[in-house]
């Protein structure tokens, strides 16, 4: 098993965890944890396969949903254990970014051999399940907080990409994609870093207006 198709287990496992924490904060029962966490798990993949026009990787391989299963259970027999399951949702969260930032990537370029198709690829593979997690759990999205969020995913899948049209290994590429993503994120959650954002001005009123 090289190293992408280990990204892609783990990025699923890793995501559904996310998903299933969201369950656990709204005491839903086991169905909700297994809806949020094949949600999480598999919804960016989705997303990106559809749009690619490639078979839905966990219809041609449903070990994706045993696994989004197992570890939905899991987390719904040990969440009381986790004494802030937010801040473990999110660092859990930021891994499963870093792998599936470079996972989009490696599939965008192979699928188009473009590099363009391939950075996009990586930031909806990488967000996608996550903002569709806090939608439906009725989390603060991680698309609207003002930390770095989707540009960590951006610059992950930036270096993989670069990198690996230069010419270097697959696993080179991909370790360098993932530790950036990860270093960005994590400098987000722990330091607060952000970009700075759009401030409006007040308007002209009418009459001054020529």
């Not at 330091?191 to 401030?199: K, M």
């Amino acid at each position: 098993m090289d190293l992408i198709q280990v990204l892609d287990y783990a990025g699923v496992a890793v995501f559904a965890a996310t998903g299933a924490l969201a369950a656990s904060r709204k005491e839903l029962d086991l169905i909700g944890f297994l809806f949020l966490a094949a949600l999480t798990g598999v919804g960016g993949g989705t997303v990106r396969d559809v749009i690619l026009g490639l078979p839905v990787f966990w219809i041609v391989q449903p070990l994706y949903m045993i696994i989004c299963a197992g570890v939905a259970l899991l987390t719904y027999l040990t969440a009381h254990l986790v004494e802030s399951r937010y801040k473990l949702l999110l660092w859990l969260d930021a891994l499963g970014l870093s792998a599936y930032c470079v996972l989009g990537a490696f599939k965008g370029l192979a699928s188009t051999g473009s590099i363009t198709v391939a950075i996009i690829m990586g930031m909806l593979t990488a967000a996608f399940g996550g903002i569709m997690r806090d939608t439906l759990a009725g989390e603060p999205s991680v698309l609207l907080r003002p930390e770095i969020y989707v540009s960590a995913a951006m610059a992950g899948a930036v270096v993989y990409t670069l990198v690996a049209t230069l010419g270097l290994p697959t696993t080179a590429a991909a370790l360098l994609g993932m530790g950036t993503a990860f270093l960005i994120r994590a400098g987000a959650i722990r330091f607060g870093w952000t970009i700075p954002t759009y401030r409006s001005r007040p308007g002209r009123r009418p009459e001054d207006i020529q």
